[in-house]
């Protein structure tokens, strides 16, 4: 195993790893009276058996949707719709620490309170069974609760890119990059704690 971290040209994996992402989603989280979404695309199905679906969601450390996740335990996938285009910018590209994003979207809520945006493809509502920490974002493996597919379109970001606005997409290019070197600082810093001592010590 080499000692020092790898140093892979994105020119040769970059078309690999692109086709790995999820459509897009709204990840949504209640704790009490707070809510909050963000934007994920890292989403994998995590379960073979159908009528007991797992996924695993990857939230990165610096957003606000992370830390109350870890709060509460829970947490809603959204599917987006086609014609759910500016959500892209609502949830993506702002941080719910500095604003009620949800204000003026309309949801309702399932077994774990978390919003149900309406008018999304459709969603899963989740409770975390368990969590590995990745350094700058946590791999969340939560099993499904209840879920319902409304039809329609799903949107991915491959799609929805060219259909965003200039200056929506200059704000994403700024906002990436900024995240790309906080990553870069922290993808090593692994805390290997699983999730039951964390959520033990949040708890005392
Ligand atoms: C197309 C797109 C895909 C994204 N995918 C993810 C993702 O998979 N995981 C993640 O943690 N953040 C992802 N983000 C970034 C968050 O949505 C973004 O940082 C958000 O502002 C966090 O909000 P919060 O601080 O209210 O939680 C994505 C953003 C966009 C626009």
Redesign the pocket.
Known sequence: MPALPPDIDPSDVGGLLAGLSSP?AAVSVRVGDVV?A??????TSASIVLHRPRLIV???HT????DLIGESGALAVNFLNHDQLPL?WG???????DCD?LADVAYTSGPTGCPLLEGSFGYLDCRVINAMDGGD?TAFLVEVLAGKTNGSQRMT?REARPRLPQRWADE?DS?IAG?MNISLETMSEIDPAAWADRRHNRNR
């Not at 963000?38 to 989403?43: G, M």
């Not at 957003?63 to 992370?66: F, G, K, R, S, V």
């Not at 949830?91 to 620490?97: D, H, K, P, V």
């Open positions: 897009l909050n963000q934007i994920a695309v890292a989403i990857q939230i990165y957003n606000y949707t992370h892209i949830l993506g590209m702002r941080s719910g620490r994003k974002m970001w994403w906002k995240e």
